[in-house]
């Protein structure tokens, strides 16, 4: 814990089987490198990347904005947009493309 008059960083173990960074909510937390990417992973691997300009989930090399790769043989990659499973009126769930302001129709 680190506590700098009123305001505090936790980073630690949480529940007795799950680690965490929590921050209060005077301030947001930054995460930053000045060698390179900031990497998540599970089991000491890489499972998402994030660049100065991009980020990479499957790939540590991202070639645009955003990269989703699954290299598993068989598998395909999905990318799901959901809206919840919700009937509200006004409701969907969409993917959209646009160029500039100006959405492109597929």
Known sequence: ???DGTNQF?????DGSNYRFEGDANRPIYMTSYEGNINFGISG????TIQNTAVGIGTTS???KLMVQDDT???PTRIIVSNGGTAQ???AARLSFY???TEKKM
């Open 1 to 3: 814990r680190l506590i």
């Open 10 to 14: 936790n980073m630690g173990l949480w």
């Open 45 to 48: 691997g890489t499972t998402m």
């Open 62 to 64: 991202p070639l645009g």
């Open 73 to 75: 043989a068989g598998s």
């Open 89 to 91: 009126s006004g409701t």
């Open 99 to 101: 160029e500039g302001t």
